[in-house]
């Protein structure tokens, strides 16, 4: 039988039966996952507490969190709705330390800036 030859043979079609339908189900909401474990911590700093008095609260957040999953985890863990939500990431660095000269390995770290709207607060202590 040569490769390309003028004559095609007929191929019989099979009778099967039709392939189900894949059973797609309603999306995952944002609440299926654990919220707790995106917010690390609460950030507590000179600055913070100076943001906190215009309604802005600092956390520290796990590095893969978005700005939607730490608006999910403010809302279930402190009751309070969320206006904005600003997300920094702080990159590791090497500073030299003081007159030694010795060098100090900063860890770096992703921090979220919460808004709220007047009147609605966070009790961090």
């Known amino acids: ?29 944002a609440t299926d996952h654990n919220l707790s474990a995106v917010i690390v911590a609460p950030r507590i700093t000179e600055k913070a507490v100076g943001l906190s008095e215009q309604n802005v609260y600092t956390f520290v957040v ?13 809302k279930a863990l402190y009751n309070v709705t969320p206006v904005k ?6 990159k590791a660095a090497k500073r030299v330390k003081g007159f030694s000269g010795k060098t100090v390995h900063n ?19």
Do not use: H, Q
């Open 85 to 90: 939500v600003n997300i920094v990431n702080k």
């Open 107 to 125: 860890k770096g770290m992703k921090k979220a800036y919460v808004y709220l709207k007047k009147g609605d607060t966070i009790n961090l202590v």
């Open 62 to 74: 796990r590095g893969n969190a978005t700005k939607f999953a730490v608006r999910d985890a403010i």
């Open 1 to 29: 039988m040569a490769l390309f030859g003028s004559k095609k043979e007929k191929k019989e079609e099979s009778v099967t039966a039709p392939v189900a339908a894949k059973k797609v189900g309603p999306k995952p909401l």
